[in-house]
């Protein structure tokens, strides 16, 4: 285990950290709020092209073999920017889903077209009803001479119109809430019945309710076993929320550096702001937040690159602290602004949204607590399994 | 590989060293059973684990040091006091006379010499440069006169290193010189100050013509500030690995609460206790992840990054939480201050909470810690 940086993920940091400035700048967050899309094509090309797609693949599918540690270093940086390109969802969520429940053909099929960026899919396992469970699902698959008809709505799903296939989960047996009885089906965007739903969420990713109505499938297109898909999407899930942890570091990182900033420049009373001790104490404990998080993401990674029995524990403990902390700086970030941090114009809030729709993502702190006490023994059960 | 099973094979040495002999409970500094132990560390030679063999240390690889403080920690069992150990020991061998090796340092693992830290006066808390106990070059002696404060266990120690003023400059750093004193003195008068855990745990020092030799000097003459602060960046750092320093154990904590029945249910089984011991326990654990890259920066040898500024203070006031639970837990049985049954030096629940107090304030109060990150690491300015 090796906690600091080698030789070869300092380049990859700066690499990352390079085409974040060069090719992306906060203005482009306003910007893509009127644009249809939410993020742009040319730039998740770029992205393909310089293999992130392929990081956490294995070599035989056109990926590189990375590490779970290599993935934060991307997501962090990403973060930093608030790049709304779907790399969490498109990528690792659904990239996963193909990785662990895809047959080979499939797998064949997805992962160059995937890893190039010429194919972009959405993941949708979360319901109006769900929250953050994974096993309470209504949406229904029902088997129709050896094909499934499926029909619910799966919601805030992300780049769904962009989405060349769909990734959802519906039951095939069982109550709503059974962990048994659900199956992950790979769907074709074109086929008949899907309709989306545009919903504007405040960090200002585009995302959209998808109803499938009467949508056929063949039984070919399961992803994993038929009524055993609660564990591949918890799998899925867990592995896709270390990136979103990393993601969230470099957010409350650049969110400080923000704030800071702006108490070294700002002037009252005849003295920068920051030079205040009632400030100066909040930083440091914005600061400490931010560490910790870092810690514990580090953690979390390494633990997930040696497959370690404590990994979802870490994982339960890193997301909890990241949900918190990102919002704790970008919300002291905004007070510590003052009136200007209320302003579209001032960078400060964006950090503050994109940290509230992080913290709800995967499951906000609570759940999480929740989860690590199951986890742990003693508590109630939640939506997910023991490693 | 070769190197990791070596390290396995040093760790389990030590931890069964431990185990057969370690007395069940180690007192304070001060009771019986710690001198015993003390003794017992000093024969085995482990008794200042992180000095270098040329000085009798064990000379343990970083990595062999790093083991050997979470075996030692993992077990309860007590260090030698760290103000002869990773203190004035360490800081002797930086900048002492060949002198001040010599003498000195032999008599820290052999228990001969027990060091006091005269740093804090009256009227000088957390501005320690406003100090004004004073020092006078007479011949080849200094007479100090003055008071000291806090003097941690000085009714046990019978060497002081301190803090004196030898000019009145223009700032208040300068003219400011380290000195080292023999306590057991005329000059040197103590009165333990209760505290409000009943015990007296620190001292005011009377110092009325104390007088030590002119080789007791550290460092060069007014240049003390310098010697203090590469002082107590060591103090700060000793403290740091230890996140049950001044916490009662969360395991001991949920270990009472299973066994406490209210109305007919588990208190342990409580969601709002259960979630109150998680969120402390997921705070331990981001300090336990965050002294993983500390001591993973130390077994390489390197100095640890901005991430060892701020474990004493997260730490030490996590502890008083963790405490402030405890007591919580314990219910109406936390009131208790002194139990005739309990043995000399077993302290009641209450006394530790209270004496967490004495983590967030001494080396550094959680408000100096805030004060110097917030300067230093986040250049934040002053006024």
């Known amino acids: ?387 | 590989m070769g190197i990791n099973k070596e390290l396995e094979e040093f760790r389990l040495e030590v931890r069964q060293w431990i185990r057969e002999n370690k007395p069940e409970v180690v007192g304070d500094f001060g009771t019986q059973s710690y001198y015993r132990w003390g003794k017992m560390l000093y024969e085995k030679g482990w008794a200042v684990p992180n000095w270098p063999e040329e000085y009798g240390g064990p000379g343990f690889s970083p990595q062999q040091l790093v083991a050997f403080q979470q075996e030692m920690m993992a077990a309860d069992a007590p260090a030698l006091r760290s103000t002869g150990v990773n203190m004035i020991g360490p800081l002797i061998m930086k900048l002492g006379t060949n002198w001040q090796k010599e003498y000195y340092l032999p008599k820290i693992p052999s228990l001969e010499h027990f060091w006091a830290q005269g740093f804090s006066e009256p009227d000088t808390g957390s501005d320690l440069a406003s100090l004004t106990t004073e020092a006078i070059l007479e011949g080849d002696e200094f007479v100090i006169n003055g008071q000291k404060i806090w003097t941690s266990y000085a009714q046990y120690c019978n060497m002081m290193f301190l803090l004196v003023r030898t000019k009145t400059g223009e700032k208040k750093q300068d003219g400011i010189t380290f000195l080292l004193l023999d306590m057991d003195q005329p000059g040197v008068e103590l009165h333990p100050i209760k505290l409000i855990i009943g015990k007296s745990e620190f001292c005011e020092t009377f110092l009325n013509n104390a007088r030590t030799p002119k080789r007791n000097l550290l460092g060069e003459i007014d240049q003390g500030w310098k010697v203090a602060k590469a002082l107590l960046a060591n103090e700060r750092v000793g403290i740091l690995d230890r996140p049950n320093l001044v916490g009662i154990n969360l395991e001991r904590i949920k270990e009472y609460a299973k066994k406490v029945v209210i109305n007919g249910k588990r208190l342990f089984d409580d969601p709002i206790l259960r979630r109150r011991l998680t969120k402390l326990e997921m705070d331990q654990a981001c300090t336990r992840f965050t002294n993983n890259r500390i001591i993973a920066a130390l077994s390489q040898g390197l100095a640890p990054g901005p991430e060892a500024a701020f474990a004493k203070l997260y730490s030490t006031e996590l502890g008083k939480r963790i405490n402030d639970t405890m007591m919580g837990v314990m219910g109406p049985d936390s009131q208790v201050f002194i139990d005739e049954k309990s043995a000399e030096d077993e302290m009641e629940i209450s006394r530790i909470f209270l004496f967490a107090y004495a983590a967030t304030i001494a080396a550094g109060s959680s408000e100096i810690l805030r004060n110097i990150i917030s300067k230093r690491i986040l250049g934040l300015p002053s006024v």
């Open chain 1, 1 to 387: 285990m090796s906690y600091g940086l080698t030789k070869d993920e300092e380049l990859l940091k700066s690499s990352v950290a390079d085409f974040v400035r060069r090719e992306h700048s906060l203005e482009r967050i306003r910007e893509l709020r009127e644009d249809g899309w939410g993020f742009s094509r040319d730039i998740w090309v770029k992205m393909a092209e310089l293999g992130w797609f392929g990081l956490v693949f294995p070599e035989a599918l056109g990926g590189f073999d990375g590490t779970f540690k290599e993935l934060v270093i991307v997501t962090e940086e990403l973060g930093k920017g608030l790049m709304p390109e779907p790399f969490i969802s498109a990528v690792l969520v659904c990239g996963n889903f193909i990785l662990l429940g895809g047959s080979e053909e499939t797998k064949n099929k997805i992962f160059p077209k995937m890893i190039e960026g010429n194919l972009i899919m959405a993941g949708g396992f979360a319901e109006m009803q769900s929250r953050y469970y994974l096993n309470d699902v209504c949406t229904v698959a029902k088997e129709k001479n050896g094909d499934f008809i499926i029909s619910g709505t799966k919601t805030f799903v992300e780049a769904a119109n962009s989405a060349d296939k769909f990734i959802i989960s519906a039951r095939t047996s069982g109550g709503q809430y059974d962990d048994g009885g659900i199956t992950v089906f790979l769907i074709d965007a074109e086929s008949n019945g899907i309709r989306l739903t545009p919903v504007i969420t405040m960090d200002g990713i585009r995302r959209f309710h998808v109803a499938f109505d009467n949508v056929k499938v063949a039984a070919d297109k399961i992803l994993g076993k038929k009524d055993e898909g609660y564990q591949l999407v918890n799998e899925v899930v867990s592995r896709s929320m270390v990136g979103l942890i990393g993601e969230m570091l470099g957010g409350m990182e650049q969110a400080f550096d923000i704030a800071m900033k702006y108490l070294k420049q700002r002037m009252q009373f005849g003295r920068p702001i920051g030079s205040f001790q009632a400030i100066q104490h909040r930083c440091v404990d914005m600061w400490m937040e931010i560490e910790l998080s870092r810690s514990a993401i580090l953690e979390t990674a390494l633990q997930f690159d040696d497959n370690a029995v404590s990994r979802e524990i870490t994982l339960s403990i890193a997301k909890a602290r990241c949900s918190n902390a990102y919002k704790y700086i970008g919300s002291e970030g905004i007070q510590m602004h003052g009136a200007i941090g209320l302003t579209d114009e001032c960078d400060i809030g964006l950090f503050l949204k994109r940290a509230k729709v992080a913290e709800i993502t995967f499951g906000d702190a609570d759940y999480h607590c929740e989860r690590y006490e199951m986890l742990t023994g003693g508590g109630e059960k939640v939506g997910l399994p023991i490693k």
